[in-house]
């Protein structure tokens, strides 16, 4: 049991923290500007190589160097949606959907032109994790990104609910001409959906790095389990798509712990269950979890 | 009149880009310059680049015309290669591909596009058994030996380390199925004990749950047969963290300067590995690598970049050899220039090359990585080593022929 939980679960929970985090944008872009962003995952890569890079100048520990990867996907968004996305803002969405699959690739060439193809690691070398009560072992890197992740999670929520702005957010996911109609400026609504989302998807990338490594198809290697994630929780419900993404990542690790004596999947079929959880609530409930916009 | 100018201009420019097509040759490098295998690539890539450079210093090819590498980016995955090999053989109208790197990025490519478009491609690094058989038309080279080979030789190694008890995680492409398959049936026929053999996707952030159950079978070490960049590094570096294993044997994959940076020399100073290399007495190994690193600084040790200068070096002798970029006509001449018999040529002698060919004698290359017989199915034999971390790079302690 306590191999489940130390092997299976604790990574299935940074695993889905991260998935999450990126989540979060994917809902809320989709729910506000009503299209699918498939450069969301290397607005994570993005992120990751800022923080990189802080660490490499400076030689702080890579949790300090977020703001400044944050501020590096923050203006990498809004730099993308000027220049790309709004122009097309009045043609169908599907014209968007494309435009964000060239901006993935841009990005991600700009990243290799500028930090090269190599994959690199933050912290070199390798940590024993903490061990409790004998048995319970957890790396201290997995401590911080999921107690930053609940952080991230309460702070989002308290702004969604109790702030104007977040407010405003959740109108325009509901009905965005009505909110138009009781005056409430989309623009500003939009600036800020791309500056959280960003946000979000560069700490997520900085701690896909601090678990694993840096590489340029970083962020849009986790971009399926991430679409999944948030169509599990529903369109435009970020607090259910950190739900969506927790569980697809729990679930991911989980699979293959052998329950009943036997691997309940092969691991090399772990990255299948994103996919059939995505079809299967597509067919079955598409409103997702917590009933978001339908498709 | 101005119509006249306008029309004479068109005309130069039509004639202008014409001939500047005409001067070039052609040929396609199909390499994975992101993805798992990107840290091996700067100097596979300036090797092909070497080759390239001696060409053109020596006189050029096909009676001057300029020999000229298209380099392409296939991410060692298959898909992507498909589409990098597509745009080399459709749109750059290549001679020949050199590539590609990963065995499922060969494999990939060559079905989809080399074969049915009849293209010779030659793989420098492309160790999968699977090649061997491959219905190819004849198009399909590689100058490194099949890991039928390196399976065993790797079998041998692990037993003569006194560990016969091993766990095997593999990838789930070409290249790890097919010598974790090899190597398997071969240590077993051995004597030895595999306890636990599990297959894993790369890319994944966390190996721990299948390592775990591969370290309560009760291995004594573990084998690795992984891209260092994909997840070999990875699992590494969690079987360390978690005590799950402190003994690791890696294939060429995982040879990688990488795996030493991210985890460490101290921790890698029990973990040896097997993979392709060159001759270990050859006179023109030692004078090709001081040249290489005259031109580049650094980096003739690295893992293929032997292979990478034949490769290339090979494409433009058939080229030279057939007299014309006619495809067939180019994979019909690699053998009789790769092949013995017929004068000897070595790397850097590409001006004796063409004084011999254009004499109409036959020549037969003997490279930097080996003297490149190919067999009737494209392969041919070869030398595999064993490496030990040394500092931050790796040293080969033993070669096997």
């Given at each position: 049991m306590i191999e489940f939980i130390n092997f299976y679960l604790i990574p299935g929970i940074t695993l889905g923290s991260i998935y999450a985090l990126g989540a979060v944008g994917i809902s809320m872009i989709f729910g506000?500007?009503?299209?699918?962003?498939?450069a969301h995952g290397d607005l994570m890569t993005v992120g990751a190589y800022g923080a990189l890079t802080v660490v490499w100048v400076t030689g702080i520990p890579p949790l300090f160097a977020i703001p400044f990867a944050v501020a590096l996907a923050i203006i990498a968004a809004l730099s993308c949606d000027r220049l790309f996305y709004k122009p097309l803002r009045e043609l169908p969405t599907i014209y968007t959907v494309i435009a964000s699959f060239g901006v993935a690739l841009i990005l991600r060439s700009l990243i290799q032109v500028i930090w090269g193809t190599e994959s690199q690691v933050y912290v070199k070398g390798f940590q024993k994790p903490l061990v409790y009560f004998d048995t319970f072992r957890i790396a201290t890197r997995h401590v911080q990104i999921i107690a930053s992740t609940v952080v991230i999670t309460g702070l989002l929520h308290v702004f969604l609910s109790y702030s104007r702005m977040g407010r405003c957010m959740r109108a325009v996911a509901d009905d965005a001409s009505l909110a138009r109609v009781a005056g409430i400026d989309t623009d500003n609504v939009i600036r800020w959906t791309w500056i959280i989302g960003a946000a979000l998807a560069a700490i997520a990338g900085v701690f896909v790095g601090l678990d694993t490594d840096v590489h340029t198809n970083l962020g849009w290697n986790m971009l399926l389990p991430m679409f999944a994630a948030a169509l599990l929780g529903g369109i435009g419900k970020p607090l259910g798509a950190i739900t969506g993404g927790l569980i697809i990542g729990i679930v991911e690790e989980c699979v293959?712990?052998?329950?009943?004596?036997?691997?309940?999947?092969?691991?090399?079929?772990?990255?299948a269950v994103a996919f059939v959880i995505m079809i299967a609530l597509l067919i079955l409930r598409p409103q997702g979890l917590f009933k978001g916009r339908l498709l | 009149m101005k119509q006249t100018v306008l029309a004479s201009a068109v005309l130069a420019i039509a004639l202008a880009s014409g001939t500047a097509a005409a001067e070039e040759v052609k040929v396609g490098a199909l390499m994975g310059i992101t993805g798992p295998l990107a840290n091996f690539i700067p100097p596979i890539l300036n090797a092909a680049r070497l080759a390239e450079k001696d060409v053109n210093d020596g006189g050029g090819i096909l009676g001057g015309e300029k020999f000229s590498l298209v380099v392409v980016d296939?991410?060692?995955?298959?898909q992507p290669s498909v589409d990098a090999a597509s745009k080399l053989v459709n749109l750059e109208n290549v001679a020949a591909i050199m590539g590609g790197l990963s065995s499922g990025a060969t494999i990939a490519s060559a079905n989809a596009v080399s074969i049915p478009n009849g293209v010779l491609q030659l793989s420098p690094t492309s160790t999968s058994?699977?090649?061997?058989?491959?219905?190819d038309n004849d198009f399909l080279f590689r100058i490194v030996p099949s890991d039928n080979y390196q399976g065993q030789v790797l079998a041998k190694m692990v037993l003569e380390e006194n560990l016969n008890k091993v766990a095997v995680a593999y990838v789930n492409n070409d290249y790890g199925v097919g010598i974790a398959g090899t190597f398997k049936a071969a240590y077993e026929s051995l004597g030895g004990t595999v306890t636990a053999f599990e297959k894993h996707e790369d890319k994944?952030?966390?190996?721990r749950g299948e390592l775990a159950s591969m370290a309560s079978s009760g291995a004594e070490a573990l084998v690795v047969i992984a891209y260092a960049g994909g997840s070999g590094a990875k699992i590494v570096k969690q079987s360390l963290e978690n005590g799950f294993f402190d003994r690791f044997v890696g294939t060429d994959g995982l040879r990688d300067d990488l795996l030493i940076e991210q985890i460490g020399a101290d921790a890698l100073a029990t973990t040896f590995f097997s993979a392709p290399t060159s001759p270990d007495d050859n006179p023109v190994g030692d004078v090709f690598h001081a040249r290489f690193d005259e031109e580049?600084?650094?980096?003739?040790?690295?893992?293929?970049v032997d292979q990478s200068y034949d490769a290339t070096m090979l494409i433009a002798l058939a080229i030279e050899k057939a007299g014309t970029t006619d495809r067939t006509k180019v994979r019909d001449a690699l053998r009789e220039v790769a092949n013995a018999p017929g004068e000897e040529i070595g790397p850097g002698d590409w001006k004796k090359a063409v004084a011999l060919l254009a004499d109409g004698k036959d020549i037969n290359y003997e490279g930097v990585s080996g003297s490149h017989e190919f067999d009737d199915k494209g392969d041919v034999a070869g030398f595999i080593g064993k490496f030990v971390v040394d500092g931050d790079s790796y040293k080969q302690t033993a070669i096997f022929k």
């Open positions: 506000i500007l009503r299209f699918a962003h498939f293959s712990y052998p329950f009943f004596g036997e691997a309940l999947l092969s691991p090399s079929y772990k990255s | 296939g991410q060692a995955a298959a058994p699977a090649m061997t058989d491959m219905e994944k952030n966390s190996y580049f600084g650094e980096g003739s040790d690295k893992p293929f």
